[in-house]
């Protein structure tokens, strides 16, 4: 019943994939001449990882929390990082915000030219330029008032202990002035480990937090501002999986 529910995922996820670029391949192209920071675009690519979710019996997705009282205050969107599905879990919340992706994302078919249509941001790890011109896409969005979404860990971790956050969005929201938006994601480990494309039965919660203003704050601040977040994530993110594992028992 696994391996059959696995491939009935994979086959909706194709044919979600493959609907999902003509949608939002239109809707960059109505909306492209006065959306420069490809807002409605962005978030027609994020409903197509919504819809997958939808068609996927395997996965039970919820979000809660109080998302931002206008979206186009941009925001340095930052969450700890468990699996693949985190991207899907997070784009349920009802706001765009652009991603900062491994370049190796924007290679893969369909999905990549999604991505670009998106204006998402890529980065290859370990190449200074490409890190640079990272930044720069970053700073590009937030002055065309769209949030960006980074996961400060840099990587899936492969236990459950939270990674050390690095400081790049830290030094972006003080260099930018824009506050950070906390989220706090548990339950995605078990949708689709680390070093596996199988899908799993789970259960998944993500929570915004409270933002972090940056205003005053100068490059002194980044280490402080990145550890209130990263304190403020895990204990969000352990609160998550009690509440998870009581309505386990509770099943």
Same mark, same amino acid.
């Given at each position: 019943?696994?391996?059959?529910?696995?491939?009935?995922?994979?086959?909706?996820?194709?044919?979600?994939? +493959?609907?999902?670029?003509?949608?939002?391949?239109?809707?960059?192209?109505?909306?492209?001449?006065?959306?420069?920071?490809?807002?409605?675009?962005?978030? /027609?690519?994020?409903?197509?990882?919504?819809?997958?979710? /939808?068609?996927?019996?395997?996965?039970?997705? $919820?979000?809660?929390? #109080?998302?931002? @009282?206008?979206?186009? +205050?941009?925001?340095?969107?930052?969450?700890?990082?468990?699996?693949?599905? @985190?991207?899907?879990?997070?784009?349920?919340?009802?706001?765009?915000?652009?991603? +900062?992706? #491994?370049?190796?994302?924007? #290679?893969?078919?369909?999905?990549?030219?999604? %991505?670009? %249509?998106?204006?998402?941001?890529?980065?290859?790890?370990?190449?200074?330029?490409?890190?640079?011109?990272? %930044?720069?896409?970053?700073? @590009?969005?937030?002055?065309?008032?769209?949030?960006?979404?980074?996961?400060? $860990?840099?990587?899936?971790?492969?236990?459950? $202990?939270?990674?050390?956050?690095?400081?790049?969005?830290?030094?972006?929201?003080? $260099?930018?002035?824009?506050?950070? +938006?906390? *989220?706090?994601?548990?339950?995605?480990? @078990?949708?689709?480990?680390?070093?596996?494309?199988?899908?799993?039965?789970?259960? /998944?919660?993500?929570?915004?937090?409270?933002?972090?203003?940056?205003?005053?704050?100068?490059?002194?601040?980044?280490?402080?501002?990145?550890?209130?977040?990263?304190?403020? *994530?895990?204990?969000?993110?352990?609160?998550?999986?009690?509440?998870?594992?009581?309505?386990?028992?509770?099943?």
């Amino acid at each position: 019943m696994q391996r059959f529910l696995n491939a009935f995922v994979w086959v909706a996820t194709i044919l979600v994939v +493959l609907v999902g670029v003509v949608y939002v391949a239109i809707v960059w192209l109505f909306t492209a001449p006065f959306d420069r920071g490809r807002y409605h675009a962005g978030r /027609a690519f994020r409903q197509v990882a919504v819809a997958q979710v /939808a068609l996927n019996p395997l996965w039970h997705f $919820e979000t809660d929390g #109080k998302g931002p @009282d206008n979206p186009r +205050l941009p925001y340095i969107v930052v969450s700890n990082h468990e699996s693949y599905a @985190d991207i899907f879990l997070i784009s349920h919340f009802p706001w765009e915000m652009k991603w +900062l992706s #491994k370049d190796t994302m924007f #290679k893969i078919p369909v999905m990549g030219w999604m %991505m670009r %249509m998106a204006n998402d941001i890529s980065i290859e790890r370990g190449k200074r330029e490409s890190v640079v011109s990272a %930044m720069r896409g970053c700073r @590009d969005r937030l002055a065309k008032k769209v949030s960006v979404m980074i996961f400060p $860990e840099g990587t899936r971790a492969r236990t459950d $202990e939270l990674l050390p956050f690095k400081d790049g969005a830290f030094k972006l929201a003080i $260099e930018a002035g824009a506050p950070i +938006l906390p *989220i706090a994601v548990a339950g995605t480990r @078990d949708c689709m480990a680390k070093g596996s494309f199988a899908f799993r039965r789970a259960r /998944a919660k993500a929570r915004v937090l409270a933002p972090i203003p940056t205003t005053g704050m100068t490059s002194a601040d980044v280490a402080a501002l990145r550890d209130a977040t990263r304190d403020v *994530i895990d204990a969000a993110r352990r609160e998550l999986q009690r509440e998870l594992a009581a309505h386990e028992q509770k099943v």
